[in-house]
């Protein structure tokens, strides 16, 4: 075991012991407690601790890379998981707050008066928050096999026992505080590095000044931007900065279908129960986006610097071969295998990084191979292929070592990654066992349990609902990463419209509610599983899922917002065909609306 | 929502106090874009928040919510994604190409001053109308 490594254990073991003191010190005793944190969350420490609840392993991991990847369009993943808070904070947070209970399945089941519409919103939920949790298990496995070098199964089963120590005996309290403290050790885990890279790539220390600032190369100044454009241009790349790798219709449905599905996300919005009152809820959504938004705004420069980083890496001097590709014929364009960086043999071990050198030239020629021009170019001059790949997670865990930073940096991003993923693992837990004890248990089957039974119920499916995703991370179902966009499509289309038409359309009934979310629901399912197969079988897929095959070209994963539409659409139909709801639906759907007042 | 102002305008017929749906809506949009912060809407006492209160009240909140929704439609999927390649052309912000811009940075920090602005917004109404929570 070398110095790093007892750091990486030290810091991680910290941050471990942290959250379990905090699990013992916000024991919970009652149900209030348990599913809503007794309702006394300042606003501000909400904001904080649904920040954590919602930025995931992905978020931490594997969004800045993504945007790299992605260049312009990577704004979809950006704008649609934070424009969601706006849906979120101006059409549900503070009515649902003021309904004032406990998940969010029970509200649609008393606002339609309808055990049928709770079950199918516990339904959306369960599938929803497990595909969910599946991502987070991943997340943990990532940060322990990568970074710290531990055995997945190690790694796993004691994230696994922290969790359960403060999510069994803490609950919503014991969870929101701990994820507080997650929220801490993630953003300083994010920004350091950020930081350092920001200020050797561009010599500014704000990162968010720094994507937009000017580098010498040369002896010259050019814009971080413009240099990646032309850079990435020569080696078949889209410019960075325009819109490519999606098309125009698909960025505009996928980053609506993020906010959308952000706004329906159940974990979340129960985050917004726990707060004292109306006027919290609202205020408390604004500082969840200030502490989501510093990550958020950080992750596309972090993205861009480590683009830059990386092709100033592989190509000896990138001003040589601008509008001058023929450069890249001479093998001394780029560089030799015998003189990689350290980081880079590194990363190279784990896989995330793929070193190979096809055509034996000891040089290592990286591009664009899908770009017929480039593929050209590359024949003619004998290469044998692209000779790296890239792992789109190496951007964030790698850049401490990039950037040269102290070991303890290096350990604090694999706290910080192990945080993102515990802190939504245990969100998303506890909506799946509230659901499972308080909607299913108390609210259909067995109305007539105690208080205290309940409690004990709670922490039973709680438990359950961790082994289950212990389980699945160490044996990832193969379709992991495509359930995930199953997740958001859902929300957006099961969830958002129902509880969105519950406060703002007093005449919506349960016949309406219920069919809409089975319309949207059924119709998203369907789109997808057409061209990913049935329940993720690929064999069952009926068409292959590219861009000639989808329906006016639209992506699978973008579908979200057009499942909502028919959510929203079959529900006014079926409503104007049917009953209007009871006189004290009414007058629920009146007093939510207000703060005081019946 | 449409049925809802549907019901909304039916009773407020049978109303004098509102004065007439459309001459309402529009003094309402003036007033937002002023910034809101001018004429005191003389909001009635807690105890009698009667069902015209109620209305206007619930009528200011849609208000308000469909101009903060449309800054967030246009900044976003407007500026963001259908004009990004055009506002490219037209220039930069801090460095950025415009349009990257705000795919990336400014749709953002437009979220932000929304959310602010309209749980400012409206606490200021909760307020006004006397329906506070204590």
């Keep these: ?598 | 929502m449409s049925d809802h102002h549907q019901s909304q305008e039916g009773h407020g017929s049978q109303d004098a106090s509102p004065g007439t749906p459309p001459q309402h809506g529009g003094a309402t949009g003036s007033q937002h874009q002023q910034g809101a912060a001018g004429s005191p809407a003389p909001g009635p006492a807690p105890d009698d928040f009667s069902e015209s209160a109620r209305r206007e009240y619930w009528k200011k909140n849609l208000t308000v919510i469909g101009v903060c929704m449309g800054i967030w439609a246009f900044v976003s999927l407007g500026l963001g994604v259908l004009l990004g390649p055009t506002l490219n052309e037209l220039g930069s912000i801090g460095g950025y190409p415009l349009g990257f811009f705000f795919a990336q940075q400014g749709s953002i920090y437009v979220f932000l001053a929304l959310i602010f602005f309209y749980a400012w917004y409206m606490n200021r109404l909760d307020r006004q109308f006397g329906v506070e929570e204590d």
């Excluded at chain 1, 100033?312 to 601008?322: C, G």
């Excluded at chain 1, 991370?473 to 859902?490: C, D, K, R, S």
Aim: net charge negative.
């Design chain 1, 1 to 598: 075991m070398d110095g790093q490594q007892i750091m990486n254990l030290s810091v991680v073991g910290l941050t471990f012991a942290l959250y379990i003191g905090i699990a013992i010190w916000a024991r919970t005793g009652s149900t209030s407690e348990f599913y809503v944190a007794g309702k006394g969350v300042h606003p501000v420490a909400n904001g904080m601790a649904t920040a954590a609840d919602w930025m995931s392993a992905a978020s931490f991991i594997s969004m800045a890379g993504l945007i790299a990847f992605l260049g312009y369009s990577g704004g979809a993943y950006l704008m649609g998981w934070t424009g969601g808070y706006v849906l979120m904070a101006l059409l549900l947070a503070p009515y649902l707050r003021k309904f004032g209970k406990f998940t969010v399945p029970e509200f649609i089941g008393d606002r339609f008066y309808s055990k049928t519409a709770r079950v199918v919103a516990v339904v959306s939920l369960l599938v929803i928050s497990i595909t969910y949790v599946i991502g987070q298990m991943r997340g943990v496995g990532i940060a322990f096999s990568n970074i710290l070098e531990v055995p997945l199964e190690v790694g796993l089963i004691s994230g696994m026992a922290v969790v359960f120590i403060y999510c069994v005996f803490g609950g919503m309290k014991g969870i929101t505080y701990t994820q507080i403290a997650q929220y801490v050790v993630m953003i300083f885990a994010y920004t350091v590095p950020a930081i350092f890279i920001s200020l050797t790539i561009t010599g500014i220390p704000i990162p968010q000044f720094g994507l937009g600032g000017s580098i010498d190369v040369a002896g010259e100044s050019i814009h971080l931007i413009q240099a990646l454009d032309k850079t990435l241009v020569e080696i078949g790349f889209a410019p960075y900065s325009e819109l490519a790798n999606m098309s125009m219709l698909n960025m505009f449905m996928l980053t609506l279908s993020l906010m959308i599905g952000t706004a329906g996300l159940p974990h979340v919005i129960v985050r917004f129960f726990t707060v004292p009152r109306m006027r919290d809820a609202r205020r408390s959504a604004g500082w969840a986006l200030v502490f989501i938004a510093i990550l958020y705004t950080t992750a596309p420069a972090v993205g861009a610097m480590a683009t830059w980083n990386l092709l100033n890496t592989v190509i000896d001097d990138p001003t040589e071969i601008w509008d001058n590709r023929e450069r890249l014929a001479e093998p001394d364009a780029w560089m030799a295998y015998d003189e990689q960086p350290g980081w880079m043999a590194h990363w190279g071990q784990t896989g995330l990084l793929g070193l190979n050198d096809h055509n034996e030239d000891g040089h290592l020629q990286y591009y664009n191979p899908n770009d017929e021009e480039m593929a050209a170019f590359a024949e003619e001059h004998g290469w044998q292929g692209s000779e790296l790949t890239v792992d789109r997670d190496i951007i964030v865990l790698a850049n401490p070592q990039i950037a040269g930073l102290h070991p303890i940096v290096v350990a604090l991003v694999a706290a910080g990654g192990i945080a993102a993923a515990l802190s939504t693992a245990a969100g998303l837990l506890l909506a799946i066992s509230s659901a499972i004890s308080h909607d299913l248990l108390k609210g259909v089957m067995m109305p007539r349990i105690s208080e205290k039974q309940e409690m004990l119920a709670a922490r039973l499916s709680m438990a359950a609902a961790i082994l289950l995703a212990g389980y699945l991370g160490l044996n990832p179902p193969g379709f992991a990463a495509e359930v995930v966009a199953l997740a958001f499509g859902l929300a957006a289309a099961s969830l958002f419209p129902t509880l969105m038409m519950g406060v703002f359309m007093r005449r919506m009934n349960k016949e309406g509610a219920i069919a809409g979310m089975l319309a949207g629901l059924l119709s998203t399912l369907l789109y997808i599983f057409i061209y990913k197969g049935f329940f993720f079988f690929p064999e069952t897929a009926l068409f292959p899922d590219q861009e000639a095959y989808w329906l006016f070209g639209l992506n699978p994963t973008s579908f979200g917002a057009v499942g909502a539409v028919f959510n929203f659409i079959v529900a006014y139909i079926v409503m104007k065909l049917t009953a209007p709801p009871p006189k004290e639906i009414r007058e629920l759907v009146e007093s939510i609306r207000t703060p005081k007042a019946g």
